[in-house]
C-alpha cells in the first residue's frame, strides 16, 4: 500500500507543483500558494469568467492529492452546456477540514440559484462538512466515489507511521469517522459508484463504503477510482442530473 501511496503522490505532486505556479487572483478569489499538503493552501478560480454571475455555477472539489486536472475532461463538458465551472482547491493531507469550515462554506453560500457541486473522493467529504454549516438554497450534487463511511485501507495506513505522517489529518478522518449526513438531506443527490475488475470495489473503496444514509440516486460506472472523472459514463450521468435527469431514489443503474 505505502508503494501505492508513493506513486501516486508522485504523480499529484507534480500537478499540485504547476497548479501552484498557476494561482490567479480573481475578484473577490484569493489564492494561497504553499507547499503541498502544508496547511491551508487552497485557490477558487474560474474557468469561464463570462458566466460568472450567471445562474447555472457548478463547482468542483478535487479529492485526496488530486487538482482541478482531475476534472478536465468533465469541466470542459460542463461548460459546453453553459455552467459555470468553478474549481475548488485545497490542501488536502495537512488541515484539510480548515477549507471545509471556512473557505468553502462562504464559497458555497455566495451561489446563485441552480448551482451544483460536484465532488471527488475525499471532495466529497469536504462539501459534505461545508454543507453542514452553509444554510441555502437546494443544490445539485454529485458525489464520485464518496467515502461515506470509515475507510478500510485508511484505518490500515493509519497504524502505519510514514503513511500516517503524510496523509496527515485527511487520514485521520477516513479511518475513524463516517462522513456527516445532516447538511445533504435537502438537497438532489447523485452517487456515482466505480467498479474496477469485476469487483464491487473501485480498488480504493469498496461499495459499502460509498453508501449514503440520505435519500439519493446511484449510478455504477465501470471505472478505478482514479479513472471515475475521466469515464465517459460518468460524464453524462452527471451531466443528466444537473439537467434534472430522472434517475429514481436510491436506485442503483449498473453500465
Known amino acids: 500500500m505505502w ?6 503522490q508522485g504523480i499529484h505532486l507534480e500537478r499540485a507543483r504547476d497548479a501552484s505556479a498557476r494561482v490567479v487572483l480573481a475578484d473577490g478569489h484569493i489564492g494561497f500558494k504553499g507547499s503541498y499538503g502544508a496547511a491551508l493552501a ?99 450534487l454529485v458525489f464520485i466515489a464518496p467515502p461515506a463511511s470509515r475507510v478500510q485501507w485508511a484505518r490500515r495506513g493509519n497504524k502505519l507511521g510514514p503513511v500516517r505522517s503524510f496523509l496527515g489529518t485527511s487520514l485521520t478522518d477516513l479511518a475513524d469517522h463516517p462522513m456527516p449526513m445532516t447538511g445533504l438531506r435537502t438537497h438532489d443527490l447523485l452517487v456515482i459508484e466505480g467498479r474496477s475488475d469485476g469487483q464491487r470495489s473501485d480498488g480504493w473503496l469498496t461499495s459499502q463504503e460509498t453508501q449514503m444514509a440520505v435519500p439519493h440516486k446511484r449510478e455504477i460506472v465501470q471505472a478505478s477510482h482514479s479513472d471515475l472523472t475521466h469515464a465517459p459514463a460518468t460524464r453524462a450521468a452527471v451531466l443528466k442530473h444537473l439537467e434534472g435527469g430522472d434517475l429514481s431514489h436510491d436506485q442503483a443503474r449498473r453500465r
Request: hydrophobic share 40%; aromatic share 6%; net charge positive.
Open 3 to 8: 508503494r501505492r501511496l508513493r506513486s501516486w
Open 42 to 140: 487552497y485557490f477558487h478560480q474560474q474557468t469561464n469568467a463570462r458566466h460568472a454571475q450567471a445562474e447555472r455555477a457548478v463547482v468542483m472539489v478535487h479529492g485526496l492529492l488530486g487538482d482541478s486536472g482531475n476534472f478536465e475532461l468533465l469541466s470542459r463538458a460542463l461548460q459546453g452546456q453553459g455552467h459555470a465551472v468553478q474549481h475548488f482547491r485545497y490542501a488536502s493531507c495537512k488541515g484539510y477540514r480548515m477549507s471545509a469550515d471556512g473557505q468553502l462554506a462562504q464559497l458555497i453560500k455566495r451561489l446563485p440559484p441552480r448551482s451544483a457541486i460536484v465532488a471527488h473522493s475525499l471532495g466529497c467529504r469536504l462539501a459534505a462538512h461545508a454543507l453542514q454549516s452553509a444554510s441555502m438554497q437546494p443544490l445539485k
